[in-house]
């Protein structure tokens, strides 16, 4: 016995196959499909019953977080349609978005010593979250529905945005331990 | 079963009777019990009025623990016999207790697992016995309020507890005799009491700092669901480190020995929490207190101090603060109410310093002792089956990531801190050495880097793995946790479909085998007594099975089952329905077991078609419009 994991996240959240999605459509599609599924709705079920019950929902958290990211979620699609990623997708030769790469982990760098860290970090936290952005717009260009006709263009742009997410995650640990040290 | 819950709307299921169930705060100080009666929740208080437990237990040289206020009276006169915050030590190794110190006043022994035991003049307890005994009291109380035997409870535990201890609570539970339904975070639990309360929409944060540990958690309300966005927190921080600052201070003023022994430890404790609370309403306090040699000293308290001497642990508190609205992707503007949860959030100074960091008063209208366990309550009635109907549903997160060791003692991270649960996650391994049969996997949890300065959760062996060159062996190891943030681990070997399955037992928990054991020894039931009490539990789940099965076949058997699947179903139920007029409780278990299995394919078809239709009604929807 198992939970129904052979269709496709949009599938299950009734949504059309597509790029662009309706985050709030999203929100609550989510809401009602645990509001079926979720374990507690089993709680004095049978074992088996509710192992299916956890499966299902683990599914539906897993649709949700794939779905609600743009990276997760142009990822999914070009995996539906059937590209595959190999290690060749995690570099470019793009020299100007090495050198901004570059640039950026150094300006990081400098954060602690600069004389007000937070501000030059928030700078830069702005600046990382507009590429970020902008990434997106060229990724969904990339898009026709849930169709890219360029896929190995949209994994590159997929890998930019990688580049992005971890620097964004490097400076909000920076930010933490600033603001513990300052405090 | 619960086939019966995803009844078409309108059709009427069979009545049943009302299920008792209760909802239990097991709190660092006090615990409390609530429940559902009469549509309202409220905490149950004991024969003499009272609400809060002492969370203290009393070993007596002879006869049964004593747990409560006479425990807690017996404190200072026999520190080594009673134990009192035992919450801190729930799935807790030997180092956790060394860096703890001098605070536990206690003779520690090492234990079967990693949790050591307490020595007592009853012989050695373990915290998770200890915190047994005071769920038994209140498995009592509620039993003897409500008049009859409890169906299921739900206890909460803090949102920043880790799997050893949340493990360890549950085994609590299950020690207690209590069927535990879920483990619910304290402060979601706050959430339901506050939210249902007042019907509230949006974002609010729950500050919860109680005796001993401390929890912030963001959630979004949004018609019944309460969805936690993150949490954060500090499992060490609470009321009992003020008392510690204060009893610091007195000692420093009344010249007592940094070696005061426990005796002494004990009295001066009891005198700051007293001295503490006091200056929640008024500015100074005088303080008395005989030394050993019996000589009095006596000083004065001011607010001012106090709060000189509590401010850097606050400060320590707002970290986790805005680690939490960090992780939730929220500013402190969009919060749009602040709740205060524990006692320890009575003390003025702890009311401003949110207050400042939020920007907004936090409310402190719900008593920040009882809301958690009416929270608790309130879902412990839900998921009994009394409201079939409610549509109240909360998504919980795990506070801290799980990880496995990865090559040069570092963590690497399986499932990431405040990712909804349930949750899995899955990982390919492959061998090092040709032939290798055998590989070993360590599980921890935390935020750092270096594997040392995680807490390890389990170590095991995959063994059976296909000799194979180098490489060439794919393993797959999955991490499923359940809704109460348990973890469960399997692994498989992808190439030839070797699957090994382990449960991760903690390192802090207790076998099947062991909870056994000293349920047998705990209990005064005799053999035949338990035997009988085995029958009856199995007849009424098999009722319940048999019910719910016709209930559902009669709905949709037609239109989901084939003939021949349907002949399969209902030879198993009547298989059942032989079995549960026997008086073998082992044999009906078989038989719910089997029908659980024959009717299989057909509960995850019911399920399924449940959640196509839902979402094929949107999709009608959206191509008319």
Partial sequence: ?183 | MALLQIAEPGESTAPHAHRLAAGIDLGTTNSLVASVRSGVADTLPDVDGRHLLPSVVRYPETGRPVVGAAALAAATEDPLNTIASVKRLMGRGVEDVKRLGTQLPYDFVPGASAMPLLRTVAGDVSPVEVSAEILRVLKARAEQTLGGELQGVVITVPAYFDEAQRQATKDAGRLAGLNVLRLLNEPTAAAVAYGLDKGSEGVIAIFDLGGGTFDISILRLNRGVFEVMATAGDSSLGGDDFDRLVAHWIMQEAGVADDAGHIQMRRLMQVARTAKEALTDQPVVDVRLERIDGTPWQGELTRERFEALIEPLLQKALSPCRRALRDAGIRTGDVEAVVMVGGSTRIPLVRRRVGEFFGREPLVDIDPDRVVAVGAAIQADILAGNKPEDEMLLLDVIPLSLGLETMGGLSEKIIPRNSTIPTARAQEFTTFKDGQTAMSLHVVQGERELVSDCRSLARFELRDIPPMVAGAARIRVTFQVDADGLLNVTAEEKGTGARSSIVVKPSYGLSDVEIERMLGDSLSHAREDMELRRLREEQVEADRVLEALRAALAMDADRILNAEERDVIEAAARDLAEARDGTDYRAIKAAIGAVEQASGDYVARRMNESIRKAMAGHRVDEFKS
């Fill in chain 1, 1 to 183: 016995m198992a939970a129904d994991l052979s269709s496709s996240y949009f599938q299950l959240f009734g949504l059309p196959r597509a790029f662009g999605i309706d985050a709030a459509q999203l929100d609550s599609r989510y809401r009602e499909l645990q509001r079926i599924a979720h374990p507690d709705r089993y709680a004095s079920a049978g074992d088996q019953e509710r192992r299916l019950a956890m499966q299902q929902a683990t599914r539906i958290n897993e649709g949700y977080q794939t779905l609600k990211d743009p990276l997760k979620r142009g990822r999914y699609l070009l995996e539906l349609g059937g590209f595959v990623f190999s290690d060749q997708h995690q570099t470019t030769r793009d020299p100007e978005f090495l050198m901004e790469q570059m640039e950026l982990r150094e300006a990081l760098g400098a954060v602690k010593t600069a004389g007000d860290p937070l501000a030059m970090l928030a700078g830069l936290m702005d600046r990382i979250a507009a590429d970020f952005a902008a990434l997106t717009v060229e990724l969904q260009s990339r898009f026709t529905g849930g169709d890219c006709g360029n896929p190995q263009a949209a994994a590159e742009t997929l890998m930019k945005m990688q580049f992005f997410r971890r620097l964004q995650e490097e400076a909000q640990e920076l930010e933490a331990a600033l603001e513990d040290e300052l405090t």
